[in-house]
């Protein structure tokens, strides 16, 4: 395994601090001034963008290689998380964003509470925090699966899957 040397680590060193100094440069010049302009991005980010966010915070290696890993194992039904999500987050955008927009609101738990009162939204709340859980969960195990594989030095050892349980839908 080839070293740094002193100018390699000099340069290194020197682009790390290059990049602390413009994104503070950027945080101070482009920060928002206002609540409002922090939670909805001063209404400049376009439609994809906004998509593109969403849909980043559910999918992650649980979802793309752990799929793959077991549709080749179990069929291609283990691919329902991820297709589900796709299909909730356009029937949220086509339906629910202008009511949710239209509510003054900044979160979703926000126009729950204005529409049905507090104790809806904790309990909508609880079940989000529980389902981002799992999510969450299911990134763990299939990191700790891959590092398993790598301390093992054994690149074919069985490792878990990096996903949840799965149902078993191929009838």
């Known amino acids: 395994m080839a070293e740094f040397d002193a100018f390699g680590t000099a340069v290194i060193i020197a682009m790390v601090v290059a990049y602390i100094l413009l994104t503070s440069w950027l945080t ?3 920060r928002s001034r206002t609540v409002d302009q922090f939670m909805t991005a001063s209404h400049s980010l376009p439609a994809a963008v906004i998509g593109v966010l969403l849909m980043s915070r559910f999918i992650g290696a649980k979802s793309t290689v752990g799929t793959a890993q077991e549709a080749f194992g179990s069929g291609v039904s283990v691919s329902w998380s991820v297709l589900g999500a796709s299909i909730g987050f356009l029937l949220f955008g086509l339906f629910f964003v202008k009511r949710l927009y239209g509510s003054g609101e900044y979160t979703i738990s926000a126009a729950i509470a204005q529409k049905f009162g507090r104790s809806t939204m904790l ?6 925090s529980y389902a981002l859980l799992l999510v969450n969960v299911g990134n763990y195990i299939g990191g700790a699966a891959a590092i398993a594989k790598t301390k093992s030095g054994n690149s074919s050892a069985e490792a878990p899957a990096p996903s949840l349980v799965l149902p078993d839908i191929r009838g």
Do not use: D, F, K
């Open 28 to 30: 101070v010049r482009l």
């Open 123 to 128: 309990t909508v709340s609880l079940i989000m």
